[in-house]
């Protein structure tokens, strides 16, 4: 992929990022929404790939970031300021989410700490609002691919949902796998 420019208060490619890509590469395929997109990584590798994008962010300064980032990688997509599945219309082949996952401490507004990082008091608030909306937007047979950490007890979402590890990095103090959901993961009902 091309180069992705950092933006100033939008959360800044890294290892995370990095793992999820890869993942896109190989299964990301028509049309894409690219949840919480960022500086627009995922949707541009995407893009890059063919596929129709949406990104989508509730900041707008990441979506101006996303939409300057895919223009210097020469493709683009729809951009919806929406906050999770909020403002999203329509279903998807293919669902990305590199969601904020860290504990939080409860002083994230008060200290001006990264908001995109911080992932509730058990860093899964944002994971859990994703896997509660995300069939209702993901076509049959559609996939889902999910950057998760060992502190948000993925191996719980891995067996819940059916889903399979497609991706994994090992860190001193955790490890980050991408889950690939096919379908609505086997919840009943949905």
Same mark, same amino acid.
């Given at each position: 992929?091309?180069?992705? &420019? *950092?933006?100033?208060?939008?959360?800044?490619?890294?290892? @995370?990022?990095?793992? =999820?890509?890869?993942?896109?590469?190989?299964?990301?395929? &028509?049309?894409?929404?690219?949840?919480? /997109?960022? #500086?627009?990584?995922?949707?541009?590798?995407?893009?890059?790939?063919?596929?129709?994008?949406?990104?989508?962010?509730? @900041?707008?300064?990441? =979506?101006?970031?996303?939409? /300057?980032?895919?223009? *210097?990688?020469?493709?683009?997509?729809?951009?919806?300021?929406?906050?999770?599945? +909020? #403002?999203?219309?329509?279903?998807? @082949? /293919?669902?990305?989410?590199?969601?904020?996952? =860290?504990?939080? +401490?409860?002083? /994230?507004?008060?200290?001006?700490?990264?908001?995109?990082? $911080? &992932?509730?008091?058990?860093?899964?608030?944002?994971?859990?609002?994703?896997? @509660?909306?995300?069939?209702?937007?993901?076509?049959?047979?559609?996939?889902?691919?999910?950057?998760?950490?060992?502190?948000? !007890?993925?191996?719980? +979402?891995?067996?819940?949902?059916?889903?399979?590890?497609?991706?994994?990095?090992?860190?001193?103090? $955790?490890?980050?796998?991408?889950?690939?959901?096919?379908? !609505?993961? &086997?919840?009943?009902?949905?």
């Amino acid at each position: 992929m091309g180069a992705i &420019g *950092a933006c100033k208060g939008v959360y800044e490619p890294r290892e @995370d990022s990095f793992l =999820l890509e890869e993942a896109v590469e190989k299964y990301a395929e &028509g049309s894409v929404l690219d949840l919480g /997109t960022g #500086s627009g990584i995922q949707g541009i590798a995407a893009a890059l790939n063919g596929c129709m994008v949406t990104f989508s962010d509730i @900041d707008e300064n990441a =979506l101006n970031c996303a939409k /300057t980032n895919a223009a *210097a990688n020469g493709v683009g997509g729809d951009f919806i300021r929406s906050n999770m599945f +909020d #403002s999203i219309r329509g279903s998807f @082949d /293919t669902i990305v989410f590199n969601p904020p996952y =860290l504990i939080s +401490d409860g002083e /994230t507004e008060l200290a001006g700490k990264d908001a995109s990082l $911080e &992932g509730g008091a058990s860093g899964r608030e944002l994971i859990d609002r994703f896997l @509660d909306g995300y069939p209702e937007h993901l076509k049959a047979g559609g996939t889902a691919l999910l950057l998760e950490s060992s502190v948000n !007890n993925y191996g719980g +979402d891995v067996a819940t949902y059916g889903a399979v590890i497609v991706g994994r990095k090992k860190f001193f103090f $955790e490890e980050l796998v991408v889950i690939k959901i096919q379908g !609505n993961g &086997g919840i009943d009902g949905i």
